[in-house]
């Protein structure tokens, strides 16, 4: 049984994943659903955030594999060995210079990979940082959170990094997208807040999550010009507009571990459920259906919207990468 080491606010804690992972059959909506899986080459290779790539391609972090790895729509896998050891990349996004960019958990760096695979490294000049979340900002700069240096980072696409504390101590952000209105959004998981940082790096607001210990996580803008969030421990999905207001919509599938999120191709938002062990959707005005889910244990993470117009999720346990596609 693998066991995988996570952050939470209560220290570093050792998550088993199948024993906390509840099992859920196929149900008609499912059976109906397609789901094609990607086996990674190596197992254990615990793969977690993805995005789509600038090249036609998906590209996603290998957590323990400690590897960067790119799958074409058909399905072909190609990975690329980090050069700092046991780095933990967490999450990656498209950068504005046509790379993609990803943040080493444990490494303390922020990477940066060409489409053919050459990787650059850069160091998080404060020690302890741990950088989770990171997104392309509005500004032509990359932004990232870092869990436990309580800051947020701001690096250019020739690797200048600055780095901005946060008011709330022990606040651990974590995720991290651009908003509508020219800002940058952030979840803090220990916290239980939104953020609202401004590109000059002013910190404009934090917003508290009406449910208390909800530990927001994912966080991405919504095709309403809201931002969407999601509380993996309340098992509940947020909404915030840009003034800051927040909705909790809470999902059908109890202990669900609400985890990633993103837009999708058909207006609406669709999400991971990391305990819950399924996918699911919800509309702009909160309606959800969370009947989409694989037959055997996978550990749902990172979500993304691929370049074919298809859901791309990866499966931390079940060690593949994953496409979704509606009957």
Not at 80 to 91: K, N, V, Y
Not at 152 to 178: D, M, N, Q, Y
């Amino acid at each position: 049984m693998r066991s995988r080491v996570l952050p939470s606010r209560r220290g570093l804690v050792v998550v088993v994943s199948l024993a906390l992972a509840s099992v859920f059959f196929l149900g008609p909506d499912a059976r109906a659903a397609r789901f094609r899986e990607f086996p990674l080459p190596i197992g254990g290779s615990g793969p977690f955030g993805i995005i789509d790539g600038p090249d036609g391609n998906l590209w996603f972090t290998e957590f323990d594999g400690n590897k960067i790895g790119r799958i074409t729509t058909s399905g072909t896998v190609t990975e690329f060995p980090i050069h700092t050891f046991d780095s933990a990349p967490i999450e990656i996004t498209a950068g504005p210079d046509g790379k993609l960019w990803f943040t080493e958990f444990s490494g303390n760096k922020i990477g940066r990979i060409t489409t053919s695979g050459a990787i650059t490294e850069f160091p998080v000049p404060t020690g302890g940082g741990y950088p989770w979340g990171i997104t392309s900002g509005p500004d032509g700069n990359l932004w990232f959170a870092e869990y436990y240096g309580n800051r947020l980072g701001r690096i250019t696409p020739g690797g200048s990094i600055t780095e901005i504390p946060l008011p709330t101590a022990g606040s651990h952000p974590s995720g991290i997208a651009a908003g509508p209105d020219g800002n940058l959004w952030f979840t803090e998981y220990g916290g239980d807040k939104i953020g609202r940082i401004t590109t000059a790096g002013a910190i404009t607001g934090e917003f508290p999550v009406p449910t208390g210990d909800s530990e927001p996580v994912g966080i991405t803008t919504g095709p309403d010009g809201n931002l969407w969030f999601t509380e993996v421990l309340a098992g509940q999905l947020g909404r915030v507009t840009v003034d800051g207001a927040i909705t909790e919509f809470p999902i059908p599938t109890a202990h669900s571990g609400a985890w990633g999120i993103t837009a999708g191709p058909d207006g609406n938002l669709w999400f991971t459920e990391r305990d819950g062990n399924r996918i699911g959707r919800i509309t702009p005005d909160g309606t959800i259906d969370d009947g989409r889910s694989p037959s055997r244990i996978v550990i749902p993470r990172g979500i993304t919207t691929g370049p074919d117009g298809n859901i791309w999720f990866t499966e931390d346990y079940g060690n593949a990468i994953t496409e979704f596609r509606e009957p």
